[in-house]
């Protein structure tokens, strides 16, 4: 186990309909990283949220966003659902500084009808 | 951006026989790379992981290499046991990323008796 927890494990939600998923991460870490991962492919980067501040963004756009808590806690917020949205959604937390292991969590598995 | 490329796709081994997954990258910046082993329904596991200068790093059946001229590195697992079933990815970190990790495509790893 690493430490690092999310909710919730599934999710279905309607196209157009909003969610939020949450993270918390592993005791002794500052840095939360939000990826999404598509049946059978690896994990895509969302964004990263060090110290309640996004430092760094992949190619996803606005709709998808993300806080980041003074406990070092996370949410990723998806607006106007598509069907396209329908995958597992990771959460890793890390030390920042670059070169140090990220720990995943078991993930939220959305599927959007 | 950086690319990853992880192959194969599906291996297949006999338990006791060893099992070799390649990738390769595309940004020489890239000084980080870790492997994740994902079971079914969790989230990726950090298995073991190599920093630019080292050349190769071993824990127990576990083996990584890495040739930084040629740009790829291996993950070699020795004596395979049926718990090795899994999907294995490889990833790989910009210099100064700060986690944020680009992905392989996975290799789907069957050890059979």
């Known amino acids: 186990e690493t430490g690092v927890t999310q909710s919730p494990t599934h999710l279905i939600k309607t196209r157009g309909q909003q969610v939020t998923l949450r993270c918390s991460s592993q005791?002794?870490?500052?840095?939360v990283s939000w990826y999404q991962q598509a049946l059978g492919q690896g994990p895509q980067f969302i964004f990263q949220y060090y110290r309640e501040e996004e430092n760094g963004r992949g190619n996803f756009p606005p709709r998808f966003s993300g806080l980041q808590f003074p406990n070092y806690s996370s949410e990723l917020n998806v607006n106007a659902l598509e069907l396209d949205d329908s995958a597992l959604y990771l959460c890793?937390?890390?030390?920042?500084?670059?070169?140090?292991?990220?720990?995943f969590g078991q993930g939220t598995r959305l599927t959007v009808v | 951006g950086e690319n990853v490329e992880q192959h194969p796709s599906t291996l297949s081994v006999q338990e006791g026989d060893s099992a070799v997954i390649k990738c390769t990258y595309s940004?020489?910046?890239?000084?980080?790379f870790p492997w994740y082993k994902q079971e079914l329904g969790k989230g990726p596991q950090l298995i073991i992981d190599?920093?630019?200068?080292?050349g190769e790093k071993k824990d127990q059946r576990i083996a990584v290499t890495l040739n930084k001229t040629a740009k790829h590195f291996s993950l070699h697992i020795t004596e395979t046991q049926p718990e090795d079933s899994a999907v294995y990815f490889c990833?790989?970190?910009?210099?100064?990323?700060?986690?944020?990790?680009?992905f392989g495509t996975g290799t789907q790893l069957k050890v059979e008796l």
């Open positions: 005791s002794g870490h500052n840095t």
């Open positions: 190599i920093r630019s200068n080292v």
């Open positions: 890793a937390s890390s030390s920042k500084g670059g070169n140090t292991e990220a720990f």
């Open positions: 990833a790989a970190e910009v210099t100064g990323g700060g986690n944020k990790l680009t």
């Open positions: 940004d020489s910046a890239s000084n980080y």
